[in-house]
């Protein structure tokens, strides 16, 4: 069966620092996601990415936040100065294109990151 | 301001019963709504509902959309200990993101 894959699983790292979680999508899916849990809240929506752009973003997807596809497979989401507010599980997500705008989710396993 | 509001947050029952898990939502141009089920880490889908009325069903589990009302309710008869976990509601709107509701923690003793 099709699966999102995320790596790294968990990720330490020093306040400042920057980096760079991973996401391989499903492959025929069009519309990509990047979620957030801080740990015992609920998932919070980051960013959404269809035809090589960002469609939407919310209010905690700053300047500190970017995403990329860097080609047909990856899709990653950078933080280039972390603090620690920062540290949750991120989840990737993928949904193929359904007309009309419809679909479930596919998630990804997350990356657990803790900023120290 | 969007909005998903799951209750109740918690839940403790016994093998066998039966649990109504809430999802009620204020959300502009709504397009469908899905639930989930959040064991270790990633969410597995449950069910998507787009129509007022329409049960669906899996096993045991069943779920039903009221868009009059604006909420949706997750019913799981004959519980199992297997099925303790975080049930999470997220509606789909016309825009691209997917709104989570807070969830609520299942927890089936033996």
């Known amino acids: 069966e099709p699966e999102v894959t995320q790596t790294p699983s968990h990720q330490v790292t020093q306040m400042g620092q920057e980096v760079i979680l991973r996401c391989v999508p499903i492959s025929n899916h069009l519309y990509f996601y990047w979620y957030r849990q801080i740990l015992g809240q609920k998932v919070e929506f980051l960013v959404s990415f269809y035809n090589n752009e960002i469609s939407e973003k919310s209010e905690i997807f700053d300047d500190q936040f970017s995403v990329e596809r860097p080609d047909g497979s990856n899709f990653t989401l950078k933080i280039r100065s972390t603090k620690l507010e920062d540290s949750a599980m991120y989840f990737c997500?993928?949904?193929?294109?359904?007309?009309?705008?419809?679909?479930?989710?596919?998630f990804g396993e997350g990356s657990r990151l803790t900023v120290l | 301001e969007d909005k998903v509001v799951q209750s109740p947050l918690s839940l403790v029952v016994h093998e066998g019963d039966t649990v109504t898990l809430n999802c009620s939502y204020e959300?502009?141009?709504?397009?469908?709504l899905l639930w989930y089920k959040q064991e270790k880490k990633a969410p597995t889908f449950l069910f998507m509902l787009?129509?007022?009325?329409i049960e669906k069903k899996s096993g045991r589990l069943s779920s039903i959309l009221d868009k009059k009302e604006l909420f949706s309710i997750l019913n799981i008869t004959a519980t199992q200990t297997g099925d303790s976990a975080v049930y999470l509601c997220a509606v789909g709107t016309s825009t691209y993101k997917y709104i989570f509701g807070t969830g609520t923690r299942l927890k089936v003793l033996a």
């Open positions: 997500a993928s949904r193929l294109w359904v007309v009309p705008n419809t679909g479930e989710l596919f």
């Open positions: 787009t129509s007022s009325g």
């Open positions: 959300v502009t141009n709504f397009r469908s």
